[in-house]
Structures are given as structure tokens and as C-alpha cells.
């Protein structure tokens, strides 16, 4: 007789003293969902390379501290594109929340605009994207707090009157900016949704979905899914027709982020999909000095994949960085304990933050440079005495 697999436990209405760190809660995730969505959230494509890079090349990076700083006034707040953010973290789009947890991305949104932390909405949220404005902004009025900021992360769909409109939506509903993802428009997911969790924004729209040809048919190329891909001309098309400030995601080489600033993009996401992708990619954080040298400061850069802890944080900021990007680790806060796990979560990080900013003698974002960082590292080219 097989065993049947474990149900996975309810959301816990009190954070257990044994979760200090996020990587707590992706220990304790696995006994809060069902093993497909486990697997589905945590693996990376291929052998898992480059998954597994993004988090090995931070604990590569060592830092330089410096003592008996002036600490007085410290903030971790944050001007990014205009807008004001409580520190320099944000959630990156991540779809289907109701894989998680039944409050779905409404539950994430409201725990953000408790901390007064920004996030980027996605395409394929399992609940509509005016109801996750709603839920942020409620919580934010409740609390009397200013609201949080909220983007839309943009996936083309195959008509562009369709990737309008949900430009448009995401605009009369109050997301500030648009993030469009770059990388991901031919991926392959077998990833069979349970019931009850559905890409609600885009229900009715034609799909880029892969139909296999049979043995010997078509396999990418020559299919719907090749032939209706994005291209630079959609970037162009998107720039000129969205009113938003534009974000592209997905940024690994400095050709594409130049391309991307030369059609308009307001910002770039250096991001490699959290190892979802193409595997051997290399880590986000290994290729953040390259493509920082090559933007030489013309728009923000926001990095994501593998950022866990504040020495995560500071190391990207240091290297070029103005705000990082937390995906699956949101996911696992919200299986663990819904709304209260995410704002613990992104409490837990802050704190982490606050601490190596300290230690490192920076009271704000803005003196987080090369300097804090070990003199050995290639990324340093001034160090710090
Ligand atoms: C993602 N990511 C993603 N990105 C995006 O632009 N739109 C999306 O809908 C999704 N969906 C999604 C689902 C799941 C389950 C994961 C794990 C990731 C990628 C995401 O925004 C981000 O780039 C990575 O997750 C960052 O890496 P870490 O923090 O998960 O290591």
C-alpha cells in the first residue's frame, strides 16, 4: 500500500518562536502546502543551476564594517522613481497566491501596505488586479498609514488591444507603474492549477499555451507560441501607449539593458527570473556590476533571485542596485500564516537590514556604496580604509 501524501496544515494565526529568518519560513512552508505547489514554487528550470547560483554568489561577497558611526536619524527609506518607499525592498510579481493561501494576493497586498512595503502586482494573480488595488488601499486607511506602492507587472498577451487593457485597468485602479517581464515569454510549465485558482485578469484571452505537435511535429519553433512572441517592437509599442512609468524585467545582459533604456524604460529589474528560465544563467547578483557599469546611473536598477537576508540587501545596493525583489519567500510566509506571516517576513528583513546598515556605519540607503564591501571583491574598485 502507498501512503497517501500529507495534508497540508491550515495557516497558523500565531508566528512560531522558532521563525527568526525567511529561510524559517520556507522550512515551515513545505508543511503548509501541497507538494506540487511546494515543487512548483521552489524549483528553478533545468538541473537547477542557476537557482541555486543566485543564492551561493551573495555568501561569496564579504563586507567591510565600520565602527562607532553616527547612527542618529537612521532611515531605510527610499526615492524610487518619484515615489516614496519605506526601505528598499519590494515584492516581485508573483502569480497564483491562492496557491498558498485562500486570501490570495489580496492577503500579500494587505500585509505590504502594513509595512509600507511596495509590490508588483502580476499578470496572472488568481484574483483581479482592481481587488488587490482595493485590498492595499483599505489596509493602508485602516491603519491611517500612506499607501503602500503597487505596480502592475505586465505579461504581452497575444493581442495587443488585450495587453492594453490591462494597462489601462491597472491605470484606473491606481497602480503607479508598469513592470514588463521580458524573459519569460517562452518558458514551459507543466504545472497543472488545482481548482479554484485561475488567471482571472486574463480569463477569456487567447493563450500563448504550448500544444505539443506529437513525435516529429512542432515543437517551439514554427508553433503559436514562437510565432506570437514579444519582441523590442512590443517594448516600443508598450512605451509609446502605456502613461505609466515603464519597468522592464528580466534584464540580465548590459545589450538588452541598453536596448531597453534607448525604447524609454523608466527603470530595469535585474532578474533572471529567480532561476526559472534558461538554466545556467549566471546569479542576478554576479551580473548586477556589469549591467550597472554599462547604465552608468541612467535609470534606477531593481535586482531580484535569491535575496533572503538584509546582507542580501545591502551587497546588491553596493553593487549597484537601488531596491531589490523578493519572490518565492513571500509565498512561503503566506502558506505559513497568511497576512501576519508576510508582514513578519518583511518585518524580519528590515530588521536584518537596520542591523547590517549599523554595522556597516550607513544611517541611510544613499551611503550604501562600494566601500562597504570587502576590498577583495571584484565589484569594489574604491574599498574603504
Ligand atoms: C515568479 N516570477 C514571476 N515573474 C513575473 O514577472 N511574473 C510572474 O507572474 C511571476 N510568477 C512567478 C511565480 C513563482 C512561483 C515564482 C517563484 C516566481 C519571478 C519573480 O518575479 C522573481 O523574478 C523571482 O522569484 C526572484 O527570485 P527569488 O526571490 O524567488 O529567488
Known amino acids: 500500500m502507498t501512503a497517501s501524501p500529507p495534508v497540508p496544515r491550515p495557516p497558523l494565526t500565531a508566528i512560531p518562536a522558532d521563525i527568526t529568518c525567511l ?11 501541497p507538494e506540487a505547489s511546494r515543487h512548483h514554487v521552489d524549483s528553478g528550470t533545468g538541473e537547477g543551476l542557476t537557482l541555486h547560483d543566485n543564492r551561493v554568489a551573495f555568501g561569496r ?34 502569480a497564483f497566491h491562492r496557491l498558498a493561501h485562500s486570501g490570495g494576493e489580496c492577503e500579500t497586498a494587505r500585509a505590504a501596505a502594513a509595512l509600507q512595503v511596495g509590490m508588483a502586482v502580476s499578470t496572472l494573480s488568481s484574483q ?5 488595488a482595493a485590498a492595499s ?34 491605470q484606473a485602479a491606481g497602480y503607479q507603474a508598469v513592470v514588463v517581464t521580458v524573459d519569460a515569454s517562452v518558458k514551459r510549465s507543466g504545472f497543472p492549477l488545482p481548482q479554484g485558482v485561475e488567471a482571472v485578469n486574463v480569463r477569456g484571452y487567447p493563450s ?13 519553433f514554427g508553433t503559436p507560441l514562437i510565432e506570437g512572441a514579444p519582441t523590442w517592437d512590443d517594448i516600443a509599442w508598450l512605451r509609446a501607449n502605456c502613461p505609466l512609468p515603464l519597468i522592464v524585467k528580466g534584464v540580465v545582459s548590459p545589450r538588452d539593458a541598453l536596448r531597453a533604456i534607448e525604447l524609454g524604460a523608466d527603470a530595469l529589474v535585474v532578474s533572471n527570473h529567480g532561476g526559472r528560465v534558461l538554466d545556467g544563467l549566471p546569479a542576478a547578483i554576479d551580473v548586477l556590476p556589469r549591467v550597472a557599469a554599462a547604465v552608468a546611473g541612467r535609470v534606477p536598477l531593481l535586482l531580484d533571485g535569491g535575496v533572503r537576508t538584509g546582507t542580501d540587501i545591502v551587497k546588491s545596493l553596493a553593487l549597484g542596485a537601488s531596491a531589490v525583489m ?18 513578519h517576513a518583511l518585518h524580519l528583513l528590515r530588521g536584518e537590514l537596520e542591523l547590517a546598515m549599523a554595522q556597516l556605519g550607513c544611517a ?10 570587502w576590498p577583495a571583491h571584484p565589484g569594489n574598485e574604491a574599498g574603504r580604509n
Open 326 to 343: 523578493i519572490g518565492r519567500p513571500q509565498v512561503h510566509a503566506l502558506a505559513v500564516a497568511g497576512l501576519l506571516g508576510v508582514a
Open 23 to 33: 529561510a524559517d519560513y520556507e522550512r515551515h512552508a513545505a508543511g503548509h502546502l
Open 137 to 170: 488601499r483599505a489596509a493602508s486607511a485602516e491603519l491611517h498609514r500612506a499607501p503602500a506602492p503597487l505596480w502592475f507587472q505586465l505579461y504581452f498577451q497575444r493581442d495587443r488591444e488585450h495587453s492594453l487593457a490591462l494597462v489601462r485597468r491597472a
Open 128 to 132: 483581479p488586479l482592481e481587488d488587490i
Open 61 to 94: 561577497i564579504r563586507l567591510a564594517p565600520r565602527a562607532l558611526a553616527d547612527l542618529r536619524q537612521g532611515s531605510t527609506r527610499t526615492l524610487l522613481l518619484g515615489q516614496l518607499h519605506e526601505s528598499p525592498i519590494l515584492l516581485a510579481p508573483v
Open 208 to 220: 500563448f499555451e504550448q500544444r505539443s505537435g506529437g513525435l516529429g511535429g512542432p515543437i517551439l
Open 364 to 373: 541611510s540607503i544613499g551611503e550604501i556604496d562600494a566601500g562597504i564591501l
